[in-house]
């Protein structure tokens, strides 16, 4: 089975709190393998590409902002079954329900604001990795 790859983005909350060396060293130890990374100051037109799914609903606006309001570190992670995988040691959205263990479940907090500011971002298939990373890394 050839390698797998995913986008992974240490959101602007994760870089602000210092967590990044955090999140990569969790990653590491998994054993993926970090084929590029690359710090991030994403524009609003990159945002809406990489949120279009997402245009319209009560949370999309300040979600723009919020990745917005710093960089971000974006990587190109690869793996057998990486997306999945990463998306499990990430742990579900909502930072204050998602599994102790996971990057959200043991670093995320609920800061009572309209977007979840929950630390990183993994693509959700093989179709989003490939449509994420064009745009991210070109
Ligand atoms: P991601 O795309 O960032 O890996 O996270 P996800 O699949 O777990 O979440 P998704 O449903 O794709 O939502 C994208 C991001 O929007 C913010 N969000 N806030 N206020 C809310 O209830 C809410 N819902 C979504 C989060 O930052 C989420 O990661
Ligand atoms: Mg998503």
Redesign the pocket.
Known sequence: MPTEETLVLV?PDGVARGLTGAILARIEAKGYALVDIRLVEADRELLEQH?AE?AGKP?YEP?LE?MQSGPSVAIRLAGNRVIEGF?SL?G???PTTAAPGTIRGDFGRDWGL?????L???S?SPESAARELQIWFG
């Not at 309209?114 to 929950?118: D, F, H, L, S, T």
């Open positions: 959101k949120y997402h949370f979600l919020f998306r990430a579900t959205t909502d309209a977007v979840q500011q929950n990183v971002h993994g959700d």
